[in-house]
């Protein structure tokens, strides 16, 4: 099956300016997270939907950072305006429940790598 | 809040040692726990799970064993290989909660011939 897919997978802006990712998860995944990987660290959770509807968005800076996920399928993250501390690799993942075990597994996309100057 | 804590790294090892990368971990209830690895230049990939104590997750060498009482995860492999080298992160996923991840903060294994 196909894998999930981001774009653009590099980025680089000025602070202040606007960015926008794009994600597919992969077909029939019902739910989709973006994740914020910063350099050195793990990666963090910045919101989780269930087909097109929120269920987890306590971290993410809702100052700056929107995402939404139209029609329960793909999913768009916007960073405005985008500060230094941004600077990032932003991931995108999708799950299903595991039939043997009753766990979602997460499979993950390449990540699109933001840099803020 | 819920939390995971790994060993501090890098750890560095020559081909056919043996690894152990602690993790521990803080949660309510019984989470299930992830192994997940990013190779150089890739995206993050399962390596192995538990669901529930006492189970083992093993895969391509690697075994865990979800440890209850202890509250840890820690992933072992008997003879590591220069393929291996690597970022390993240990995860937990609350009940209910859809497959949300807390991560560690990931070791970096690096495998010398």
């Known amino acids: 099956e196909a894998g999930v897919a981001q774009s653009p997978r590099y980025k680089i802006i000025e602070k202040r300016q606007s960015v926008a990712f794009w994600c597919n998860p992969i077909?029939?995944?019902?739910?989709l997270y973006w994740y914020q990987q910063i350099l050195g660290q793990g990666p963090k959770l910045l919101i989780q939907?269930?087909?097109?509807?929120?269920?987890?968005d306590s971290q993410l800076p809702k100052d700056r950072f929107s995402a939404e996920r139209l029609k329960g399928v793909d999913s768009t993250l916007k960073i405005q305006p985008a500060k230094l501390e941004d600077s990032a690799v932003y991931l995108c993942a999708s799950s299903t429940r595991d039939r043997g075990s009753g766990a979602n597994v997460l499979t993950f996309g390449a990540g699109s790598r933001l840099t803020v100057l | 809040g819920d939390s995971v804590t790994q060993m501090e790294g890098p750890v560095t090892l020559s081909e056919e040692a043996f690894l152990t990368i602690n993790c521990t971990y803080t949660?309510?209830?019984?989470?299930?726990l992830f192994w997940y690895v990013q190779y150089p230049g890739e995206g993050l990939q399962l390596l192995l799970k538990a669901t529930k104590a006492d189970d083992k997750g093993s895969n391509k060498g690697f075994e865990a064993t979800y440890r209850k009482e202890t509250t840890s995860f820690h992933l072992e492999k008997g003879s590591v290989q220069v393929s291996d080298s690597a970022v390993y992160f240990c995860?937990?996923?609350?009940?209910?909660?859809?497959?949300?991840?807390?991560f560690g903060q990931g070791t970096i294994l690096t495998v010398h011939p």
């Open positions: 939907f269930q087909n097109n509807g929120v269920v987890d």
């Open positions: 949660a309510t209830g019984y989470p299930s």
């Open positions: 077909s029939g995944h019902a739910t």
């Open positions: 995860a937990l996923s609350p009940p209910a909660s859809y497959g949300k991840l807390t």
